[in-house]
C-alpha cells in the first residue's frame, strides 16, 4: 500500500495469522534461485541501516516493562549479526503522537481505542482489524530517501504477553511479533506461500518458517532468525566481509503489517 501526503509517500505491508483465509501451509520447500535473493529488500525506497526509536506507550495488557524488553531483545538479534551493518539506538523525545502522521521519529506503539479507534484500525490508513502489527515507512518519491520507519502494535484486536507479564493463552508475543517487524525496519518485505495473497512466483513454496513470512499466530514464540532471513539482510546491507549464501526464499514490502483472529469481545 502507498498513499502521497505532504510529497512523501507512505507504504506499508501485511502480516496475517496461520488459520486465515489463504493462509494454509505448504510443506514441500522449492527455493528460489541465488540471483533473486536481493528480491527481499524493498524496491520503492532506499532502505536504512540506521534506526533510533523512542517508545510512545506500551501494551494495556503488561504492566512490567517486559514489552519494551522484548523489543529490544528483538532488536538485538537484528543488530547483532556478524554480516549486516545494521545500528541502532533508543532515545527519549517529548513529541506529539498522532498514529498515521509524520513527527521526524521513529515512534514505537501500541495503538489502542485510546487514540480513537473504538472497535478496529479501519481510520487508520485504511488496515483492517486483522492486522497485528505494522511498519509505516515515510519516503520521497523521487529519491526513495527514508524520512521515518513507525511500527504499530494493534492494541485494539489482540492481547499481548511476554514471557512473563500479559494475556499468555491467547496473547501475541511481542518479540516474535516485533522480530518481524523489524524485518521491515530494515528493509526487507514479507514472503509469502502460492495461493495466498502477495506470492509472486520468485517466492517459491515452504516459506512458513521464515522470520519474513507473512502470517503469523497468537501460539507462535520464536525469537530466532532463519538461515535465508540472515542472508538476505546481509545483501541487503553487508559487512565489510559477506559470505556467499547458497539459496533463498524471497518476497518484496515497503513496511509490514501482521494479522491473526480478533480479540474475543
Known sequence: MSLKRAGLVIAAVV????????????????????????????????ARNDYDYRFVNGASDISDGSDFDAFR????????????????????KNVAFTPGSKNGYNDIAWIGSGYGYTNSWADLLGFSSSAVACVVTWYAPHSGAVK????????????????TDGDQSEGFHVGHIALHE?????????VYNPGQSGWQAWMGTGNEHLTMYGISGPGNEDMTLTAIDIAAMALLHPAATVPEPKAAIMFMMAGGILFAVRKPQ
Open 73 to 92: 531483545d528483538a532488536l538485538g538479534t537484528w543488530v547483532d549479526l556478524p554480516d549486516s551493518d545494521l545500528y541502532a539506538s533508543e532515545i527519549t
Open 15 to 46: 502480516l496475517m495469522i496461520s488459520g486465515s483465509a489463504g493462509a494454509q501451509l505448504i510443506t514441500n520447500a522449492e527455493f528460489i534461485a541465488l540471483g533473486n535473493i536481493n528480491q527481499m529488500g524493498a524496491a520503492e525506497y532506499n
Open 148 to 163: 521515518e520507519r513507525d511500527m504499530y502494535f494493534n492494541d485494539i484486536n489482540y492481547d499481548w504477553h511476554t514471557e
Open 182 to 190: 523489524l524485518g521491515h525496519i530494515f528493509g526487507l518485505v514479507d
